[in-house]
């Protein structure tokens, strides 16, 4: 421990200091730290002109915030421990071992950048070696991310299985996240702490308060200005507050903070107090809402510049050498600026590289077991085949975790033994906990972004989350994460990262009593995402058998299960062997014919089926698929069938304006117009809501009656 005078004058001891005895920084770590933060300031510079020159296309820079990320990165190990920065940190960045050329790779938008390879804007972090997980600009949405890593690695500590299969799990390793003061208004944010400590996980997050979200002071986004002191009762949490500009100050703080998580005690938050001395970003002009005597105040606190007076007045170096930095940052900023825009950008036809997994294709013949087929058993409704999936595929693979509202037998596990338990509304995870514990079977929080974002944060470590929203109807607060981080990890980072969770999700109407929020059917909203797998059985051994191909790819796929087909007699089936598989894009002819094709799925299929035999006592032969597969859907097998009879109907329980239907009824228009003898018909649910009134509901949405009416008029075309 160095206990130079000099450098002693440099260290403050906080009121929270917990030990008079904490590590003093020597020489070289302080020039470390003030090389660092310089050098980010620097580039913030080079980046703001760079964009005045039109060389690179936004700019949003860490200026202020240097000295806590600094800080930060001392006490953090990079490619050891874990981090989901926000787009300020580019201090921290560079301390666990970013390089400016990385970074200015970034700016330019080049093939080569680590952080996106070109796809995402500047200050957008990722970079695989040193575990800094790819961050997106939608505010708040990695805290929940943080949250669910730093869980997998608590899974892990719990489930022997995975010790087997893993080695990148450190058993002192910490989760840091960090956020803006604005991104704590978000609900997200509370959603993390609570799960945090509730399950008291090592995750340091470090709030940088600059006093501004864009234009929006503090005060106006948090009641009473202050959000550390609205969490200091959360349980576990550890909360130090610091001069987020004073470096050595940030340094004690952040070492506290981290050795809490390391010593598995909980989560901790800094709150550290920084300055913004630039606008938000080039495309904020700050004079607008500041005032020059705030902003002077501002630049009073300069980290970088108070820093380097300190050094040279404690005598830890002189002007020369302060002055010897500063030229040797610029000389290396300038040089990697000139490789960077000197680096070769994207080729254009990479632009859909990596929307899906390279490596795993679920849309191929090893997925393919459908002509291996064996039954066995009494039959099982919809429910019993998907439960027996999920049984078999957790016994073969101690990665899956299954989670969600309600999905437990009984989260009190005392009880477990007195009761007949839970298993989901819909009895679909009915003893998966009583058969592989609490530690891979459990209750979450009534919070849909909240399930779905510690899933992805478990599926970048390695885990295998099945995750179920209890209705389609409360997906929507889940919907940033499900659009913009877990459909886009893999593309957004340039295949970098991965997030191939399962989320199941019980959707549609024809319940009797369902009406509005129990009966949403909105699945276009999803078919429209790329990178999203969207799968809808319309039977028990589809469900089955599609469900264990979602579970072994290596894709997000959103899996969407009737509630109305649940439990219906006539899609029933016998039980396959634990390898049955079907592949995606894959559809069934569900009946043959040759007059006129129907292309459905869902709850239409039987409807369709009744309306065809109905329409079969007429004289119309009726062919029925099943595209089983909405993303990727059959293409081959719909020109077939159109090709083969000429007329068309498109039928689903979506609405009929912009619903999923329009989609194939476009593209048949489009590619097999010679083939048609009439024009592509829709059979949709009315453009509402599902109402509660059964008599409502049935003229709301699709009946059996509808398809034979469509029948019958295109026949007569």
Not at 221 to 246: H, I, K, M
Not at 445 to 473: H, S, W
Not at 703 to 711: E, L, R, T
Request: hydrophobic share 40%; aromatic share 8%; charged share 25%.
């Amino acid at each position: 421990m160095n206990t130079d005078t000099k450098v002693l004058k440099l260290v403050r001891k906080t009121e929270t200091a917990t030990s008079s005895h904490e590590e003093l920084p020597d020489h070289k770590l302080l020039i470390e730290m003030y090389r660092t933060m310089y050098l980010s300031r620097r580039l913030d510079d080079k980046e703001i002109q760079l964009k005045g020159q039109n060389r690179i296309f936004f700019q949003i820079s860490g200026a202020g915030h240097e000295a806590v990320l600094v800080a930060a990165g001392v006490v953090l190990k990079a490619g050891y421990d874990w981090f989901y920065p926000y787009y300020r940190d580019r201090a921290l960045c560079l301390q666990l071992g970013m390089t400016p050329l990385e970074m200015l790779l970034s700016a330019v938008g080049a093939e080569a950048d680590p952080n996106s390879h070109g796809r995402q804007m500047p200050s957008h972090w990722g970079h695989k070696k040193l575990n800094i997980v790819s961050q997106s600009s939608p505010t708040g949405t990695q805290l929940l991310q943080a949250v669910g890593c730093a869980e997998a690695s608590y899974r892990y500590s719990l489930i022997p299985e995975l010790q087997k299969r893993f080695s990148n799990f450190r058993h002192d390793e910490v989760t840091y996240v960090s956020l803006g003061d604005g991104t704590s208004s978000e609900g997200e944010f509370w959603e993390a702490l609570n799960t945090a400590s509730n399950l008291k996980l090592p995750v340091v997050f470090l709030l940088e308060d600059n006093g501004y979200a864009i234009s929006v002071p503090v005060e106006v986004q948090t009641a009473g200005g202050d959000v550390s002191r609205l969490v200091e009762n959360f349980p576990s949490l550890y909360l130090q507050r610091c001069d987020g500009t004073d470096p050595i100050e940030s340094l004690e703080v952040m070492r506290r903070a981290v050795d809490y998580c390391r010593q598995r005690n909980g989560p901790a938050l800094v709150h550290a107090k920084v300055i913004r001395p630039y606008s938000h970003s080039l495309s904020d002009d700050e004079k607008l809402y500041r005032p020059d005597e705030e902003r002077a105040s501002d630049a009073e606190r300069d980290p970088v510049k108070r820093f380097g007076a300190q050094l040279i007045d404690e005598g830890v170096l002189d002007q020369d050498a302060l002055q010897q930095i500063k030229n040797e940052v610029d000389r290396i900023v300038n040089e990697a600026a000139d490789a960077a825009l000197s680096a070769a950008q994207p080729a254009r036809e990479t632009a859909t590289h990596f929307i899906f997994s390279p490596d795993v294709d679920p849309c191929s013949k090893e997925f393919d077991t459908e002509d291996r087929l064996q039954l066995s058993g009494n039959a099982g409704t919809m429910v019993d085949l998907i439960n027996r999936c999920l049984y078999t595929e957790m016994a073969r693979d101690p990665r899956i975790v299954v989670f969600g509202e309600d999905v437990a037998d009984c989260s009190r596990e005392q009880y477990l033994d007195g009761v007949k338990g839970k298993g989901g509304v819909f009895k679909v995870t009915a003893n998966l906990q009583r058969k592989y514990g609490s530690d891979r079977v459990f209750n979450s929080p009534l919070a849909e972004a909240n399930i779905v974002g510690r899933a992805i944060g478990m599926a970048t470590r390695g885990l295998k989350p099945v995750v179920e929203i209890q209705f389609f109807d409360y997906i929507w607060p889940a919907m940033h994460q499900i659009r913009n981080e877990l459909a886009l990890l893999r593309w957004r980072s340039g295949n970098e990262w991965k997030a191939p969770v399962v989320v199941r999700v019980p959707i549609g109407g024809y319940l009797k009593g369902g009406a509005v929020y129990h009966s949403q059917s909105g699945v276009s909203t999803f078919t429209q995402i790329p990178g999203l797998r969207v799968i809808y059985p319309s039977n028990a051994l589809d469900a089955n058998g599609l469900l264990r191909t979602a579970i072994r790819s290596d894709d997000p796929v959103l899996f969407l299960e009737h509630k109305h087909l649940y439990r219906q007699a006539y899609n029933k089936s016998q039980y396959p062997t634990d390898d049955f598989m079907i592949p995606f894009g894959k559809a069934k002819r569900v009946r043959e014919g040759t007059d006129i094709s129907i292309i459905t799925y869902g709850a239409l299929v039987q409807r369709s089926v009744v309306a065809a035999k109905q329409m079969e006592q007429e004289g119309v032969s009726v062919e029925i698929i099943d595209l089983r597969s909405l993303v990727p859907f059959d293409w081959d097998a719909i020109a077939a069938t159109v090709k083969k009879t000429n007329r068309v109907i498109v039928a689903h329980e979506d609405s009929l304006s912009f619903g999923y239907g329009a989609e194939i009824a476009a593209r048949i228009t489009d590619e097999l117009f010679e083939y048609l003898d009439a024009p592509v018909k829709r059979v949709c649910a009315l453009d509402t809501f599902v109402a509660y009134a059964p008599q409502l509901e049935d003229a709301i949405l699709p009946q059996a009656s509808d398809v034979a009416k469509a029948i019958a008029e295109l026949k007569a075309y």
